[in-house]
């Protein structure tokens, strides 16, 4: 298993600028329809009717999230005529969604 430091560029804290960014990142994925839209993106690219019927949300309800997932970078969009398709930015958010739902099923009772 590897150490923080292993895994992490540096062996120093983080600065404050790094640690102000990871925290709004977290606040970001601190909402249950967001991270129920990335998991939607997960299987691949949607329009925003797709993941609002997906999620079971309206879709300015979607946009409205959508909006904030990519300002953090966590998705992209592409237009295609009049509609715009979203998906996951880059592989490091399948990692950490990954790494995310690998601590949230680990039995931390062991």
Do not use: C, W
Request: zero cysteines; glycine letters at 6%.
């Amino acid at each position: 298993m590897k150490t923080m430091t292993e895994n992490h560029p540096t062996d120093t804290l983080l600065d404050e600028y790094h640690a102000d960014r990871l925290a709004e990142l977290f606040r970001v994925l601190g909402n249950a329809r967001r991270v129920r839209i990335l998991s939607v993106l997960l299987e691949g690219e949607r329009n925003v009717r797709a993941i609002a019927e997906a999620v079971g949300v309206s879709e300015s309800a979607v946009s409205h999230h959508l909006s904030g997932l990519r300002q953090m970078h966590l998705v992209r969009a592409r237009k295609s005529g009049r509609q715009v398709f979203y998906s996951l930015d880059d592989e490091h958010i399948v990692e950490l969604f990954d790494r995310g739902l690998d601590h949230v099923l680990h039995d931390h009772n062991s």
